[in-house]
């Protein structure tokens, strides 16, 4: 059974920091990223991770998050620092299992966690 579980999510005050994880199960990912969903919007890529340190952020949280991963455990981490009431949101785990594809678009990954609230406190 394929599952994508993440954790960490919760209330900070604006500047503050939070370490997001997301354990993955049933699969060997050959990618994990996080994704993010606020009230009202669309889903925005934040960061991915693949073989060979391939990493690439949104250039909204460069400098402020950073992503890594456990390749022993497949699992995912994003460390977020100076928070900002904008990057307040249902954050979302992915992983592709293709060994092909882009990095930063919703179709690119094939398996989705069930999302975590971050809420940042001005």
């Known amino acids: 059974q394929v599952q994508l579980v993440e954790s960490g999510g919760g209330l900070v005050q604006a500047g503050g920091s939070l370490r997001l994880s997301c354990a993955a199960s049933?699969?060997?990912?050959?990618?994990m990223g996080w994704f993010r969903q606020a009230p009202g919007k669309n889903r925005e890529f934040v960061a991915t991770?693949?073989?060979?340190?391939?990493?690439w952020y949104n250039e909204s949280v460069k400098g402020r998050f950073t992503i890594s991963r456990d390749w022993t455990k497949d699992t995912v981490f994003l460390q977020m620092n100076n928070l900002k009431p904008e990057d307040a949101a249902v954050y979302y785990c992915?992983?592709?299992?293709?060994?092909?594809?882009?990095?930063?678009?919703?179709?690119?990954?094939?398996?989705w966690g069930q999302g975590t609230q971050v809420t940042v406190s001005s």
């Open positions: 049933g699969l060997s990912p050959d990618l």
């Open positions: 991770i693949g073989w060979s340190a391939r990493i």
């Open positions: 992915a992983a592709r299992v293709r060994t092909f594809g882009g990095d930063v678009t919703e179709d690119d990954y094939d398996y």
